[in-house]
Structures are given as C-alpha cells and as structure tokens.
C-alpha cells in the first residue's frame, strides 16, 4: 500500500490472499463481498447464501481464523489475509457430522461445518460458552439443531483434531 | 443407514441451483404490484435505462392461457389488467449483469388505480370489497356427525373458546431458484423444488407446449417444508417465458426478502369452539368453526381447509360433532402449504380448548385426555373407524414417563412459590396427523413407480418424489436394498426429471415414505418378473439374472412397475365428507415444559418431549431428526415467528426481524417412538413428515397457561401479547 | 463504486479532510447488510480501516482500558483483564449477534453508526467511555454521554475518524447489563440496561427506547436520592422524564415502557430505598 493509495479510489482490483493454504490471486470488484468472490470469481459454491445479511451463517468461511459471515465482508479486506472455506476442511475428519445427523437439506451445513469445525480446533472456548451459544449465529431449519450439537460434543470429546 | 448424500452436503460438495455451472446465460428478476388491489392503469420503464439491453416479458407473452394450472385456474402467470395482491408478479426482465438487473427492477414503475382491498379475513367484507361470490367465501366445507345441536343443549357443560394462529414463513435455507434453457427443441426446467411434475403441468398448460418438448429436473433442494409444492411452477414459467424470449438460458434466485415477502405462507387462522362435556370429562358434542385467511388465489386452500377440518375435532371418541370449515378470499399475498397442512391450525385451537375444558370442570388436562382418546373400534369426526392397534393411552402415558409429568408439577408449585421472577409450567397435547393425500386423493394421483435393472446387476429406483433433507434417497435405498436382498451401494436413486422417471406424485402428505415405499417394494417385485426371476430370488442371485437379462436382451432394460391402488375397505365420500379419510394416522403425545420471566414475559422451553406412533421406523437417525426438526419450527410458530402485515404483505421480510429459533433458543428434543406396524406402508411405516408440527404449539400454550394461570388464545405468544393478558403480580398499574 | 486503500493513519485523515463524503469502513456489519439491493449504497466512496496497522489494538494503561478503531467485539471477549474489570463490555460483546458479528463488528463502528439499539454504546457509556476523535485538525475527546445530540447525529464532523475509545478503569461496586431480545441471540434489543456504580455515583444507562442510546438522569437521582420504591410502577414517572419508547417492527412503546420498569426495578431491587 503506497502514497498514491490516496489519490487512487479503486471500483476493481487484483487482490492475493491464502485461500485453503494456498496463494491465490483473483480480481475482484470494490462492490463484490468475499461471498461472490468465492462463489463467482473463484467458482467455490460450497459457501452459501442464506440471507445477506448476516443472520443465517449459511456463508461462513474463517478469516484469519475466525468464523465470519461472508456476504458482510468486502471482497478487498481479503487482500493479504487468510480465508479458508469448506472446500478445505478434510473430509475424513467429518464422521461425527454423519454420524449425529447433523445435516439433513444441506443449505446450512457448509456454514455449520466451519462454525463448527473452528469449535473443535478451538475447545478451550468450551469452557466459558456453551456449543450452542457459539452456534447461535448458524441457522438451521431442519434438524432443529440436535444433530448439529451432538455432532460435535461428539466431535470435541474424542478430543478435537490438530489443525 | 447413514444418510446417503450425507458426505456430499457436509463437504459443500453438493450442488443446489445457484450452484450449477451455466454458460452464457441471463439472471431474470420480477417487477411486481405495489399495491394490494386495483387496475393497472401504466406500465412505464424509467428513462435512466437502456433498455434495448434487456429482455422484457409481460402477460402478452404467455404462449398459452395466462395461468398458473393448479386445483383453479384462477392464478395469472403475469397480471394484466388487474392486481389482486402487493408483490404480484407483472413484468419479468432478464440481463446478464445482475446489479444491472436489480437497477432496471427499481426502474419500472407499475400505476394501480386503487380499489378497496380486503385484509382482515376475520370482518365481513363491504359490498365494494367482495371479489368472490356474495361474501368472499370461495370454499365451504362441512363434517357432520349426529346432532350436534340437541347434544349441546342437553350437555351439562359447555364450554367456548375461540383461538386464532398467524401465518408462518418456511425459511428454507435455500431461496427459491430455477434455470431455464433450451436443449434443442426441449426446454429444460431445473431448480428447487419439491413436485417436478406439478411443474411440467403448469408449463404444458401456460405455454401451450407438449411435454415431449419439456423436462423438469428437480435440482438438490435446500429446504422446502411445503414451500417448494406450488410456487415453483411460478417460477419455472416466470424464468420458462424469459428464456423462450431471450433464446439463452435464464436463472432466477430469489434473495431473502424477496422470498420471504413473494412467497405463500401457512394459512392464517381462526377457530371457534363449543364443547359440551359432562361433569367428569367426557366429550358428549364438538361444534367447530373454522375460518382461514384464503388469500388472494385459491392455490391449495380448499386442500388446506380439508385437512384442518378433518383434524380439527383431534383424536377422541364423540358421537356429535360439526366442524364447519370456511376459506374466505382477502387481497394479502396468496397462502399455500407448509408442513401440517391446515392441521397445526385446528389441532392448537382444539388442544389448548381441551385444557379450558379441564380448567373449566377442574379435572386434571391428562386425565381429560385419557377418558376421550380413540380407543380401537370407536370412530372419528368423519365417521373413520380406527383399528390400527395402535395403543394412543401408551403414547399419552409414555410422554409423561419419559417428561417427568408429576415431578416436575409437584417441582413447579416449589420453584414458583420461591423464585422473585421466574414461572414454570408443564403442558401437554395428543393429536393425529392423516398420511398420505386425503380421502380419494392418492387414487385420483394414480402414482406410479419404476424399478429398473440395470446392465452392471444394480437396479435403479425411478420416482418423482424428491430429497430435500427428510431422507428420502436414503430410505428409498434402505427400502429397495431390503426387497432385493442387495447392498445399498447396488440401489441407484433416478434423479427426479421427469425425462427418466414416472409421476409417483408429490413430495408432500407425508406420503414419500409411507405410500411411495411401497409402491417401490412392490416395483421391486414386478421387477423380477418383468426379468423372468422367480419371485424370491434376492441378493447376488438377482444381480447376476440382471446381467443375464441383459445379455440376452442388448439395447432394453427389465423394468418393474408399480402403480397405486386403494387399499380395500376403505371408503371415503366427498359429497359428505364422511369415512376414511386417510388411509391410517400417526398418533403424538407431546410435552413442554416452559419458564416465564415475568419481568420481560419472555416464555423459554426447558424441555421437550416427543412421543409418536407411526408405525415401523425404517431409520430411526433420521426419523429422530425429522421429529426434532419439526418440533422446532413448532416452537418458532408457537413463542417467536410473527408475520407483520402491510397491506397484506409481510413487512418484516427480513431474517433479522422475522425471527426463527436458533440453536440457543431450544433444548435438546426429546423423541422416543413407540412402533405398531402398519401392513399398508413400506415396511410397516406410516408418514410422519408432518406429524411433529401439531403438537408443539398447544404444549407449549398449555404451558405457559399452567405457568402463570392465563389462557392466551392466539399465538405466537410474543412477550408483547402475554404481556397484555397476564396480570404477573407486577404489573404496572398506572 | 470505489474504495481507498490506505496504509496509515495519517493517509486516512489526509483521505477524509479531502473527502468528507467518503465513508470508513471497519468489520461492515452494517455497511454491508443487504449490500447487492442497497444499491444507492454502491454509488459512494469507501475508505478501508482494515490494512490500517496504526490504528491498533486494544491496550491497557495505568487509568484506562484503550479500545482501538479496529477493535472487535471478540478481542474483549478474549481479553481475559476486561472480563474482570469491565464484565459489562463481555457481557455486551457475547450478546452481539453471534460469533460471525462478534468476530467483525467494531466499537467504534458500533458508536458512529449510532443505532437507538446499539448494544456496545450502552455499555461503554456505563463506564463513562471517553470517544477520541481525529483528524488533520487535531484530536477531539468527548464523553460518550456527550457524543450523540439526536437520532442518528452525533459529535463527529466526517473528517474525523474515531481512532480511540478511552474506557476508565475504577472500582464499581455495581455493574448490571440486561438486554432484552426476542431470542438468546441474534437479536436486536427491545429494551436495553446497562447500570454502574462508582463511589457512590449511578450511571444508568438505557437503550432501544429512545432517538439514542441515553442516560437516565431522572433514574439516576432516584437512586442517588435514596428514594423508597414500592415496585416497578413507581419507577414510571422517572422513565417517562428520560425516555420515549416507540412502536416499532419489533416492539410496542407499551412493552418497552413496563418492560424496562420491570427490569430496572428487579436488577438494583438491592438499592432502591438507600442513597
């Protein structure tokens, strides 16, 4: 970032950023939200739109190694960051979701997964939250949110996976 | 068996419409009606647009009668002269850029000149607001049993109450959303959507195209819960008229609040009871008017108001009863099916009824429903008598075991007695849910199955019923592999396209697994004759008299086929509305216990139990989760989901202020089944999609009511309404 | 659309004295709700805070807990000193949304877009938060309690930036936070309280019941003035002198009113009646 950052008002822009591990270099509009970078730009569905608005957690991905939703962040604060989606989340790793009926329609479940998954890397939080309030943020209409939350007491008592 | 698609959906690897890789292809959106009724008197397209860059659509360019084919033909594709409801669909245009698209929407302005609309369907309409018939009522429906009139007048008790249910939004995770394109001469439908061929119907009828020329597909879907019935073939046509006129492949994706305020919703309700009782609690006369909110179509409502009456006088033995069932027309955006179907309605008015009925006589609520549950040989509202063997009193007391009834009754009077600010409460509902489609309905649906075997000695199961979470291609699987003796691995499920599989009807009823199973066991059976195996040859057996088959018999396929016949015995008369209306019932007992903080009148569940009998569970994982799932949308309804109206249309159409329960909202559903086979359904199954939505609201009413000693009568039960019924003790008097 | 990418502190002022119309941006949780159908939204300029590294984390001094213009929701509820000196900013920080928000959301955002139903604001103006302002003109301090003069308006001319949010450190020996919402999360207040306590001077706090986040003078003098309260009806003369709740999507003025009566009463039940 230079000097002529102030005199330069940017409507598109190539940003790099550490997708899934990997550098990855995308252009992107100064109107897009991450969401439409991941899902048009970079053609990655698995994040998905629930609401745009940040009620749903249907689009969180992890920013830095936080849970955040998508369709609130700008497509340009990705620039030089960490961004990890569901599509690198192991899917080996995943059978206490299969096992717990954690999904059912599926809309919610890629967001679901990375709240839930940043849980299981991150059980100290346990001790002053409770899964479901860390799932707050994740919406589910089908399960009515048992499958999801024996999932992962599942998941973080076989004492969670190195990440 | 694990949920087949399981791992696909957890990885993100599942594709929903908007998920589909399309070349070359246009985003369409809706321009709608800003107003709830009147005369379309300008369409004008704003002067900031350039729109030679832009296909138009409007009703002209419906090919075929400008309608949406349902039970009426009363619905436009397109209006045209006429708005009958805010947000109904005028002009439809299709751009490539998609911001550009939402610009040019805001850009069309629709004049209507205003006539009065009706929006309260509870008043009697003024001459100038009636739009049908002499009083709006465009169904009437009516269950007679005895003489309701004499048994009344002679009851020693009678008790009234008059209960009323808002309208609930689906919040399918996945908005509505379809693709259009053409595939050489045939145009091609894929998207969300729960009846692939209630689409194709509708197309072949608006567009006056042979379905030779068509193909429905129905896409992963994220959701539907009765939501994704009807209005996708809305949508089909909407992006069906922008492709044909682009000559390019057309999507639509409806974002949140579009979908939330466009869309039906469940019927809105009120109902109205005259009980009479004698001293000790049994039921001598059920009078019940039920009223619903018709909307501005008819879409499903005449179904919608059958199921509810039929349910409405729930699931106790009465020789006289009347339930007078009446859909009235209003100018709010149209209503249609949401999982129960009319049922949740009459069952929450008729459960929180019988415990003002127990208040009333001062008896106990459980014992009231005790003296009054079908017993075997006694006989329902319409006249259907119950044989399933089905014990419903070890439903009712199982849900007590396993909720800690007593207990917690005996706990509640200590805790409420000491607590400065916190009430506690325990509520109890017994109810029913019909399977399948009422009376002659599955018979006049005439479903078919295909089971089909394939080269490799795998079959591959043909249906039109879809997956949208309640497990279908997992139980369909479980239930073919278990016929042929195969593994679930040599059972492929058809996509449903209406290209590759026959019209086994709609994903809706609790029907799939009940009904459509067992036209799958029974296509299974015909699948070996159809390739010349005896009738018990099974596993590695069949496999290989396929391949056999198939060698002997290049370029064909052996194809077993089932189609629905109507079980004997049963009997149903329309004219009357009297027999069997469904083929067999789920029974429920459910439990809440709730905790009222009198200082904000915020109600929260602490426990909750779900007791069932329907029949043999063929997975109970995703039985349970069906139940649980269920049972949380019932909470929604019943404490948090509150649609605000604005000219008939949802004005909270936004998640942020339409309010559906998160995971820290509810406890951990408790299910247990309890499983008398019912021979008619796939292996001993009976439907119970539904079921799980008829119990929650009355428990938990009956809850709160037990809790502070009110009887609220309409929900959702906001802070803000048991606020202005409930006299807390700290009340402010000012 | 267009968006500035400054490095600095220094660049962003230099940006917003030459382009007061250009609007700052930190986590976006309220920019960016609903973002492709806000579209008169798209035609403005945006300045990015997020590659600004000099407008630090949060510090603690020797007076003060120092929150910086980009600091979330989440670094104070990982702060394990904040959650024993200042529980009500904890308590606040976990009933924002859920973690996505609190991973994103700003103080400082929070305080500038100025929402009646703030949740941060409240609880920041409890502990008489100081708002640090500046701009190539220089810094500006205003109390929290001074910083908003109506709906939506406040004390910040559209070159200053919001770089600090100076939260005294002191001994309270009464701290209550209730927030009062439709759900457990994921909502917005219908009625809000936020109470402390320091050498014997209340600071109380409401929200979604008024144009803005607000004191309670005439509350505050009730309890300061040892005045006996037989229950939450004698507390409404007070709470109609300091607030003006309205009917609203979410709620009715009605609710509010005997809501926040009831609430105020239960949670300083231990106070009312000795100065």
Known sequence: MSESAIHNPQSAMSITMRLNGVEVSVSVSAADRLLDTLREGLGLTGTKEGCGEGECGACTVWLDGLPVCACLVPAYQARGRRVDTVEGIDAATLSPYLESGATQCGACTPGVVMTAEWIRAHQDLLATHSIRELMAGNLCRCTGYDGIVDAIERATADGGRPR | MQRREGLAKLTGRERYVDDLPLDDFLWGATVRSPAPRGRITAVRFGPAVDWGEFVVVDHRDVPGPNCVALIETDQPVLAADRVRHVHEPVVLLAHRSRSALRRAVAAVEITVAAETPVLDFRAAPRPEQVQYGADNVFKHLRIEKGDVERALAAAPVVVEGTYETGAQEHVYLETQGMVARLEGDVLVLEGSMQCPYYVLKALTHALDRDVTRLRVIQAPTGGGFGGKEEYPSHLALHAALLALKARRPVKIVYDRAEDMAATTKRHPARIRHRTGVTRDGRLLAQDIAVLMDGGAYVTLSPVVLSRGIIHAAGPYACDHVRIDGRTVLTNAVPFGAFRGFGAPQTLFALERHMDVVARTLGIDPVDLRRRNLLRDGQSTATGQVIRDGADREAVLDHALTLSAWSEKRDAHRIFNAGDPVRRRGIGLATFFHGAGFTGGGETALRSRVHVAGLADGRVEVRTANIEMGQGTLTVFTQIAAARLGLAPADVVIAPADTARVPNSGPTVASRTTMIVGGLIERACDDLRRAAGLAPDTMGAALGAGLVRWHDRHPGSEPVGVAEYERPPGVAWDDATYRGDAYGTFAWGAYVAEVEVDLRTCATRVLDFVAVQDAGCIINEALARGQIQGGVVQGIGWALLEECRWADGAMANAQLTNYLIPTAADVPPIRVAFRETPYPLGAQGAKGMGELPLDGPAPAIVNAIADALGVEPTEIPVTPERLMAIADLGLRIAD | ?275
């Open chain 3, 1 to 275: 659309m267009s968006v500035l990418l400054p490095a600095s502190r220094a660049e962003v002022l230099a940006i917003l004295a030459g382009h007061p119309e250009a609007v700052p941006i930190a986590g976006g949780t309220d920019l960016l709700v609903h973002w492709p159908a806000q579209v008169e939204r798209h035609d403005r300029a945006y300045v990015d805070l997020s590659g600004v590294a000099d407008l630090g984390p949060l510090r603690w001094t020797d007076d003060a807990l120092v929150l910086g213009a980009r600091t979330t929701y989440w670094d104070v509820i990982q702060d394990r000193r904040a959650a024993i000196e200042f529980p009500l900013l904890v308590a606040a920080a976990r009933e924002v949304g859920a973690v996505q928000i609190q991973a994103r959301g700003t103080w400082a955002g929070n305080i500038v877009n100025a929402s009646p139903a703030a949740d941060g604001v409240p609880a920041l103006m409890a502990y008489g938060a100081v708002v640090v302002l500046q701009s190539l003109a220089g810094t500006d301090e205003v109390s929290l309690d001074r910083f908003y003069t109506g709906y939506k308006q406040m004390r910040r001319r559209p070159d200053q930036l919001v770089t600090a949010i100076r939260v005294p450190r002191a001994a309270r020996d009464v701290q209550a936070f209730e927030k009062v919402g439709t759900r457990r999360a994921q909502a917005i207040a219908k009625v809000g309280l936020a109470v402390t306590r320091e050498s014997g001077t209340w600071r109380v706090v409401a929200w979604s019941v008024a144009p803005t986040v607000r004191r309670c003078p005439a509350v505050e003098r009730l309890l300061a003035d040892g005045m006996p309260i037989g229950g939450p009806w004698d507390l409404l003369p007070a709470i109609d002198q300091d607030v003006t709740p309205i009917d609203d999507v979410r709620s009715t003025a009605e609710y509010r009113r005997h809501t926040l009566a009831r609430v105020l009463h239960h949670t300083l039940r231990d106070h009312w009646g000795r100065a």
